[in-house]
Structure formats: C-alpha cells, structure tokens
C-alpha cells in the first residue's frame, strides 16, 4: 500500500509541501527565539513625585538617554520608542536641592534592560510657594486723538500665584496688559494675567489664579487744556543791606483744564507769596498755585517749588 502511494506522483507533490512548510516553520521559530541586542535611542526620562509633594522639577539633565535591550528577535521587533520608558524614581526625596539619580527602565514583555546611557541623572528640585498680588491693569498703545482713559477696573482686584520658591521670589507684580489702540469710547476686553519681574519681564514656571480676568476702561474726549506760565509772589522785604538775586519756578509752566470761556482768558497763574521779610538768604518751599474758580491742573497738584534767593547788595 505505501508502495503504491510512493508511486503517485501526486502525492509525492503533496508531501514535498508539507516537509517545506515544516522546515520552514522550524527555521522562523528559531529565528524568532534567536536571543539579539537593540538600541533604543532617544529614550526620553521621566519622573513622578509623590501627590502630597511641596517640591517641583525645575531642571531634569539628561532629558534623554540611550537604552539597550536583549531579547528574542520576536520579542524585539514589537520595541519601539514608545514602549520603552526611562524613569527616575523621586518618590524618596522629600527636600529641595540638586540630586543625582540612577535610572530605571520599563520595557517590553520578553525583553530585558542591559544598559541605560548614561546611567544617572541630575535633577533639580525647589520648593512649591504661592503669594497674592493686586492686579495691576496697564493700557497697551494710545487711545485715538484727542480722547483719554478715565478708569480701567479689573474684575478681580487680586490675583495668587504659585510655583518654584525661587521664581515666587522674583516676582514683582501681576499685570493684565489691555490694548486700547484707537478706542474712542467705553469697552470691555479679557486679558491674560503674568507675573512680572522688577524689569518687566514675565517670571517662568509661575501659575496665575485667576489666569484671566476682565477690564472695564473708561473713555472720553478730553476737556480742553493750556500750558500756562508759573509767577512766584514775593512779599515783604529781605533785611537791610540785602537784596533778591534771583527767582527759580519748578515747573515753570502748569497744564490746566476747565471751560474753553475761562482757558482763553488765561496766560499765567501765581503762586501763594514768598515772604521774604528780614531774610538774609535763600528762602524755599512747595507753594500752591492759585487758579481761578473752574480751572484745575491736569496733573491733579497744584503745588511748585519755589526758591528766593536771597544776598548781600552789591556795593
């Protein structure tokens, strides 16, 4: 009977496939169990701390690092970079400082790590600190001409920041910059709060809450204005055989405001007098400027420095 099967040509051909397939089946799998190495690059690191942590990360060195695996040949064709993780363990750092940390590495089923390079990290860590600020609103270019800004009320007066102690430290003030270009009336714009430095220079790492806020700003023509000249009054007279020398006005011109009737008729403006009675030098001081009823200075004071000097006559 085998004989005679032997002699079908047929099914000499059916076995011939059968013994190819075995052998290649055999050929793959000891392929695939073939123990091989493969590097893993860049394998970039991570880090974790504990939820209850007051610390944060400020700098990790090395960001990256080279990873090498052994394994069957299977077993690493499924590695790619993101399945192969480097990690470095904080879990057991409970103060602020600098730290150097062996690495660690999550790898594919049926792999394992043989190398990690370089092997160590440098990590910085700081303390988490948080402050409050008042919310200072600054105006971003010009209203349009001959208009101005009466009021810019942010909807939340303060604002709390968070984040590394020495970034915490540097700040100076939380700003809400709000662009006014062109406006001629009353508006309403949302504008992103940032920690300044002294310079003006946004901090990093700082979180702002709220991180936004809202501004109300206030628009109206402007009251017509004049520069007027500032005259010190001089009363009384200095002691015998001494004389005025000379009369220093700082500023010597006052912008004022008030009825177009009134700015017309308006040239100069005097102080409050300088007495000078039996003086026999310099006499100075912050004297008030007096202006007529309806007129006020732009600038909110009416106060300039006035200095009489005071000496000997000539002969």
């Keep these: 009977m085998m004989d005679r099967l032997l002699e079908n040509d047929t099914v000499l051909k059916v076995l011939s496939v059968l013994v190819a397939i075995f052998l290649w089946l055999q050929v793959t799998d000891v392929a695939h169990h073939t123990v091989q190495k493969q590097a893993m690059v860049p394998v970039p690191v991570q880090w974790s701390l504990p939820k209850k942590s007051n610390l944060t ?7 990256t690092v080279n990873v090498e695996l052994q ?4 077993a690493l064709s499924g590695a790619k970079g993101d399945t192969v993780t480097a990690f470095v363990n904080l879990s057991g750092v409970t103060r602020a400082g600098v730290y150097t940390l062996r690495l660690g590495a999550a790898v594919p089923s049926g792999t394992r790590t043989v ?16 402050r409050r600020f008042a919310v200072t609103v600054v105006p971003k270019g010009s209203v349009a001409a001959k208009y101005e800004i009466t009021k810019m009320i942010p909807s939340v007066e303060e604002a709390s920041i968070s984040g590394p102690m020495q970034d915490v430290s540097q700040v100076k003030r939380v700003v809400a910059s709000v662009p006014v270009s062109g406006h001629t009336a009353d508006f309403e714009d949302q504008s992103l709060l940032v920690a300044e430095n002294a310079a003006g220079t946004p901090v990093p790492h ?15 023509k402007k009251p017509p204005q004049v520069s007027v000249g500032v005259i010190a009054r001089v009363s009384g007279h200095p002691a015998s055989g001494y004389a005025i020398s000379s009369i220093v006005v700082d500023p010597t011109h006052l912008t004022v405001t008030g009825p177009s009737s009134a700015l017309h008729k308006l040239s100069s403006v005097y102080t409050s007098p300088v007495d000078v009675t039996g003086v026999t030098g310099p006499v100075s001081g912050a004297l008030p400027v007096q202006l007529p009823s309806g007129i006020s200075p732009v600038s909110g004071s009416n106060l300039v420095e006035v200095t009489v000097n005071v000496g000997p006559k000539a002969p």
């Design 57 to 63: 990360v400020i700098t990790l060195k090395p960001t």
């Design 71 to 74: 394994g069957p040949s299977k």
């Design 115 to 130: 190398s990690i390079s370089p092997a160590q990290v440098t990590v910085t860590l700081d303390q988490i600190g948080s």
């Design 206 to 220: 700082i979180e702002v809450n709220p991180p936004m806020v809202s501004v109300a700003s206030s628009i109206r």
